[in-house]
């Protein structure tokens, strides 16, 4: 019998993820002891577990530093990833606190399932094994599931919650035989061996098995990433999921699945550059396109952000497909941005619900402006923020998206995206349209602030004009990232 | 020894008919049914990797797919019988409270 | 013999696929899906593979099914009374069998190029599958493996927060 000798371990590379399940278990445990009426303190248990991993994972800053045979590599590009990761699901997890009470899904897993969400996207940003990556989006994807079917009693949550898991489950399996397939064409599933592999025998990237791998690998990142034609799960789910689970969505694991589309992309397939970056260059304009055009004839606010959203992967995938240091530091700076803003307009729009996700139309703003002025006017911050209109970050991250894609020379390319960009400003304009030019029939008593959400909205207007007006610092940061 | 591509070419068929499945069907467990068949076809092309290549690294990639395939499982019918305590129906057609 | 013996087992594998996409009774499908896992694992043997072959039977024959076919029975699934609309069904086939056509086409050209290792036939009965899989798991894969445990215990807890009468 032979013995097997476990190789020596370096667990520094994946401390955030190991910090990070534990206080999702330790809120497991802790939970079954928490009255109902105080679950809220399980919510700043796992607002200190985030600070903590936070911590760790900037600690982890400068040198890449890889791990257990090449599987996983804390790098630049995978730091900056996990604290957008780390800020969405902090975020997510201030807006919840009032809303479950509202909705009476005040179960405490709540919080451990978005704590396990955040360990699955870590992983997909550090994976450099096509197994970790596949891994760390299951381990994201399954958190997901469960989150947005959360409010059991409501059908619409049901039926988000099924529709996500099948679809979710379907691009899984394109994912998967991409994945297959680029092993059988390379001999490796890791993304250092596959590199090293195709810069050895260049003869590869004509072999159909390489090609057909990476091109299935490219539509299962594009359904998780909501890009058109891959993008019909996003609003029936971004509308029936708790309010929330929604904006975490929509920030974190959409920035996660560009983590892994990126580092996948550029480091396993250079070879294939040319093919691919054709291939982002029509799902970029289709995207944005199809996202705007849609969202033009939305009146539910959720749905109208959903197919914004869509319409926002589309302004980063122009920046990937410029795929100049640019052009991926423009998409780091804007997911990061796009968090802040995204989770801001939610939180407002958790505020100004009922019970039962009543109130999610453009007509129940109405009035909102002269009812209450200071939160219309936060409103107004994050839209103009989204519109892309200075001085927003918004305007900031899609300028330096652009001007990447004319960098590579895709001038045509940068074109459409400022043509979208103008025609998204109708639909954030109808907005405050309503919340200050018609008549009110509310008078919107119920919207009563929490600290929890006054801290989530303070957080988030200082962070979309702070990377609005003063971007520098942040730029730099997101351009030492682009390492890989 | 057989070729590769033989098992290669049924898994790629194996694969189609699953898509087609969850294309055509609209019973949402034969969907996830279907699915599962996709994630057979991935395994019989990956095993057929591993035994060609003469690496082990394909068996233990197939591992870890059973495994989420089961993690699925449990989820997915969860989210099923939640679906079905309030609408008595899985049919996917009823999943229309939410329009496009 | 070998190729006959392929071709028998490939066709049932397809044919009995082709059963869980027609059968309108969910039970006959999920006993269809039952016959292609056991076709694959059949498969799987010939591939010097035993252990998965087995695990192919334990996990997807054995649990995935079992749980697939009690929620059908649960959930007492009446037969499907109409069919999806008939553009769904024609744009269904039409994109599987593109996809068919094309995965086809391709994989037939493609060759095996990648870095050849070492295990074979021979270190197979030699040392034993179950050993080689189980080294490679507590050595190369061991994040993977690690991250499995936290996978499952999602999972767990989702489906206990999902499906319990009362939480």
Not at chain 1, 164 to 180: K, R
Not at chain 3, 88 to 110: E, K, M, N, P, Y
Request: aromatic content about 12%; proline content about 3%; hydrophobic content about 60%.
């Amino acid at each position: 019998m032979e013995t097997i000798a476990i190789p020596a371990i370096n667990l520094a590379p994946i401390m955030p993820e190991i910090i990070l399940s534990c206080i999702a278990m330790l809120l497991l445990l802790v939970n079954v002891f928490v009255p109902s009426e105080s679950k809220g303190y399980l919510g700043v248990l796992s607002l200190v577990g985030l600070v903590a991993t936070a911590a760790s994972v900037v600690s982890g800053w400068g040198q890449p530093v890889a791990a257990f045979g090449g599987a996983v590599q804390l790098d630049n590009f995978a730091v900056f990833f996990k604290l957008i990761f780390i800020c969405s699901a902090a975020l997510a997890i201030l807006i919840s606190d009032k809303y479950v009470v509202r909705e009476e899904i005040n179960h405490g897993e709540l919080y451990p399932l978005i704590l396990f969400a955040t360990v699955g996207m870590m992983l997909m940003a550090c994976g450099m094994d096509l197994m970790v990556i596949f891994l760390g989006l299951e381990v994201l994807s399954i958190s997901l599931y469960v989150l947005a079917g959360f409010n059991r009693g409501s059908l619409k949550s049901n039926e988000a919650g099924l529709k996500y898991f099948l679809l979710g489950a379907f691009s899984t399996g394109f994912l998967l035989y991409g994945m297959a397939l680029t092993y059988g064409a390379t001999g490796s599933t890791k993304i250092g061996n596959i590199a090293g592999f195709v810069a050895t025998n260049p003869q590869v990237a004509t072999n159909s098995l390489f090609v057909v791998g990476m091109l299935l690998i490219a539509v299962g990142f594009s359904f998780k990433t909501a890009a058109a034609p891959f993008h019909m799960w996003t609003p029936d789910v971004y509308e029936g999921a708790p309010t929330p689970i929604t904006a975490f969505m929509s920030a974190g694991p959409k920035a996660a699945a560009f983590a892994a589309f990126i580092r996948v992309m550029i480091v396993a397939f250079p070879t294939l550059k040319h093919d691919w970056t054709d291939l982002l260059w029509i799902l970029a304009v289709l995207t944005m396109t199809v996202g705007n055009i849609i969202a033009l004839s939305q009146d539910n606010i959720k749905r109208m952000l959903a197919y914004s959203s869509i319409a926002h992967a589309g302004y980063a995938l122009v920046g990937f497909t410029a795929c100049n240091p640019e052009g991926v530091a423009g998409i780091l700076f804007y997911m990061l941005s796009y968090t802040f803003m995204n989770i801001g307009a939610f939180a407002v729009i958790v505020l100004i619900g009922k019970k039962g996700e009543a109130n999610g139309n453009v007509q129940d703003f109405a009035g909102l402006g002269q009812k209450r002025p200071l939160l219309a006017a936060i409103l107004c911050v994050f839209l103009f923020s989204l519109a892309g209109i200075p001085p927003t970050a918004g305007f900031v991250g899609k300028f330096y998206l652009f001007s990447a894609a004319i960098k590579s020379g895709y001038i045509w390319l940068a074109i459409i995206g400022v043509l979208n960009s103008a025609a998204s400003v109708y639909y954030y304009l109808r907005v405050m349209v309503y919340m200050y030019f018609k008549p009110s029939e509310e008078d919107f008593d119920w919207v009563g602030m929490t600290p929890a959400i006054a801290v989530c909205l303070l957080l988030c207007v200082a962070t979309t004009l702070v990377l609005g007006v003063v971007p520098g610092t942040v730029l730099e940061l997101a351009q030492k990232a682009v390492q890989f | 020894m057989l070729a590769l591509n033989n098992y290669l070419i049924l898994s790629a068929i194996l694969f189609s008919i699953g898509t087609i499945g969850v294309l055509v069907r609209r019973n949402a467990i034969v969907i996830f049914m279907c699915i599962e068949l996709m994630l057979n076809a991935v395994n019989l092309t990956l095993i057929s990797f591993s035994h060609y290549l003469g690496s082990i690294d394909g068996q233990v990639f197939v591992f870890f797919i059973m495994t989420v395939a089961a993690a699925e499982a449990a989820v997915g019918l969860a989210l099923m019988i939640a679906f079905y305590k309030n609408r008595e129906s899985i049919d996917v057609e009823d999943v229309n409270m939410l329009k496009l | 013999m070998e190729s006959i013996f392929f071709l028998i087992v490939a066709a049932v594998a397809v044919l009995s696929s082709i059963l869980v996409v027609t059968c309108k009774n969910p039970i006959n499908s999920a006993l269809s899906l039952v016959m292609t896992f056991f076709c694959l694992a059949t498969l799987y043997v010939t591939l010097d593979a035993p252990f998965m072959a087995v695990t192919q039977v334990m996990v997807y024959a054995g649990a995935i099914m079992v749980l697939i076919v009690f929620v059908i029975m649960l959930l007492n699934i009446r037969v499907e009374a109409v069919k999806r609309g008939s553009h769904a069904v024609f744009a269904g086939g039409a994109i599987g069998l593109f996809l068919l056509f094309q995965t086809v086409w391709f994989l037939g050209r493609g060759t095996l190029s990648g870095a050849t290792g070492t295990m074979d036939r021979a270190q197979v009965v030699k040392v034993g599958h179950i050993e080689l899989i189980g080294k490679a798991l507590f050595t190369d894969f061991l994040l993977p493996f690690e991250i499995t445990s936290i996978l499952l215990l999602a999972a767990i807890v989702g489906a206990v927060i999902l499906a319990k009468r009362k939480i």
